[in-house]
């Protein structure tokens, strides 16, 4: 009964910038950490950032300084604003979130989204 939806992906040249979200809905109590994974064509999916309930923070080598990860926990949304976009930061970028549920029962759950393609042009 709870999903992620990914938004805002798409396709953007070298140095330019990205806003992707991603929104929880369904029977949510809570949400703890959520972030962004992605997966390009041939590797394995790789954590890109994190964010904690408190709001720590925490990113990959590779996007340190270019991308920011901010939360709006009033509309259980999850913020990836990429800056200076390289054509290896071309991916699917996947959200995903731990969440507590209320229905059918309480339970924790890590869920996933569907991914936004993100593809930066040389």
């Known amino acids: 009964q709870v999903q992620l939806v990914e938004s805002g992906g798409g396709l953007v040249q070298a140095g330019g910038s990205l806003r992707l979200s991603c929104a929880a809905s369904?029977?949510?109590?809570?949400?703890?950490?959520m972030g962004w994974y992605r997966q390009a064509p041939g590797k394995q999916r790789e954590l890109v950032a994190a964010?904690?309930?408190?709001?720590?923070?925490n990113y990959a080598d590779s996007v340190k300084g270019r991308f920011t990860l901010s939360r709006d926990n009033a509309k259980n949304t999850v913020y990836l604003q990429g800056n200076s976009l390289k054509p290896e930061d071309t991916a699917v970028y996947y959200c995903?979130?731990?969440?507590?549920?209320?229905?059918?029962?309480?339970?924790?759950?890590?869920?996933w989204g569907r991914g936004t393609l993100v593809t930066v042009s040389s």
């Open positions: 995903n979130a731990g969440v507590t549920t209320t229905r059918p029962y309480y339970e924790y759950l890590e869920v």
């Open positions: 369904g029977s949510i109590f809570s949400i703890d950490a």
């Open positions: 964010i904690t309930s408190g709001g720590s923070t």
